[in-house]
Structure formats: structure tokens, C-alpha cells
């Protein structure tokens, strides 16, 4: 397993590792930003809307239907905090090809979608979020905290 680093873009930094150990293969899409306790939620907000829909895919059903297409792979959200720093991206774990019948590229249609939500997400004529999308992650995330608190383990974590 030796890691090799390439730069595709201007902006972008690829690292690899490649090895035969698994059937699986994972793919991160990470981006590291200044810890700012304010930003932290609407950073979670951000990302989940993002997963919501895509102008190639502009539904979450369409996106969850493309994801079957490339053998189930599936596409994780990833907000944690490392040091003073927010680490924020998706992450995509797919089958690794050598177990398929070739015939689908995997690996380049799980980038695809990542690459989908994050530079071209479903908008509206303003080029806002689709307010659908925003209001119910909104009503999802206050959800998910009330259910935190009631369970006393789960909200002192």
C-alpha cells in the first residue's frame, strides 16, 4: 500500500491508496475550515440539503436510484471537528470493480454524484437552495437533537 498524491485541478488534491485487500473501495470528498461554534450547524444544514437533489439528479430518489445503479454505493455526510479545525464532505463506499461485471465504472459515477451536489446543487431561479429541501433538513435536524436529549446516553455524548 504505498499512498500516491495528484492534483486533477488547480484546487484539488487527490490521494490514493491502492490495495487488494478489500472488496471494497471508499471515496472522501473532505474539506477542512477554521472551527466557528456558530457556523458548525449550518454547515450540517448546508451539507445535508446538498445531498438532497442535484440539477442532473433532482431528487433524493434520483440520486438513491443512481446510487443502485453503481451497485448500492453509498453516500455519507461527514461534520466532525479535528483540533481548532471543522472537517466537513461526503463520503461514498462502493464495490470495489474487480467483483462486478465491468460493465459500469463505479468508482467515476460515485465521484460524479459527489461532484453533482457539491458544484451543482437543485436550485431555484435565484440560485438559493430549493426552500423544500432547507425546511424539512431543518424540521429533520431539530428532530434528531430533540431525540438526542431524551435519550440522556446519546445527548451527554
Same mark, same amino acid.
Given at each position: 500500500? &504505498? ?7 488547480? $484546487? #484539488? @488534491?487527490?490521494? =490514493? ?6 472488496? +471494497? @473501495?471508499?471515496?472522501?470528498? +473532505?474539506? =477542512? ?6 457556523? &458548525? ?6 451539507? $445535508?440539503?446538498?445531498?438532497?437533489? +442535484?440539477?442532473?439528479?433532482?431528487? !433524493?430518489?434520483? %440520486?438513491?436510484?443512481? #446510487?443502485?445503479?453503481l451497485y448500492g454505493t453509498g453516500i455519507s !455526510? ?5 483540533? /481548532?479545525?471543522? &472537517? ?6 462502493? !464495490?470495489?470493480?474487480?467483483? +462486478?461485471?465491468? @460493465? ?10 459527489? !461532484? ?6 437543485? =436550485?431555484?431561479?435565484?440560485? /438559493?437552495?430549493? $426552500?423544500?429541501? &432547507?425546511? $424539512? @433538513? ?6 434528531? %437533537?430533540?431525540?438526542? %436529549?431524551? /435519550? ?6
Open positions: 500500500m &504505498v499512498p500516491k498524491k495528484s492534483k486533477p485541478a488547480s $484546487s #484539488l @488534491e487527490l490521494n =490514493t491508496i491502492q490495495t487488494d485487500k478489500f472488496k +471494497t @473501495e471508499l471515496l472522501s470528498v +473532505t474539506f =477542512t475550515i477554521p472551527l466557528d461554534k456558530l457556523r &458548525v450547524p449550518l454547515y450540517g444544514l448546508v451539507l $445535508s440539503t446538498l445531498k438532497r437533489g +442535484t440539477e442532473k439528479y433532482p431528487t !433524493l430518489g434520483d %440520486i438513491n436510484r443512481r #446510487l443502485d445503479d !455526510l461527514r461534520l466532525t471537528r479535528y483540533g /481548532n479545525n471543522c &472537517v466537513l464532505g461526503f463520503t461514498a463506499e462502493l !464495490l470495489d470493480e474487480a467483483y +462486478t461485471d465491468g @460493465e459500469v465504472n463505479i468508482f467515476d459515477g460515485a465521484l460524479d454524484v459527489i !461532484l453533482q451536489m457539491l458544484f451543482h446543487p437543485a =436550485t431555484d431561479e435565484s440560485g /438559493n437552495f430549493l $426552500s423544500k429541501f &432547507v425546511e $424539512s @433538513e431543518k424540521s429533520v435536524t431539530c428532530d434528531m %437533537i430533540q431525540s438526542k %436529549i431524551n /435519550n440522556p446516553k446519546s445527548y451527554a455524548y
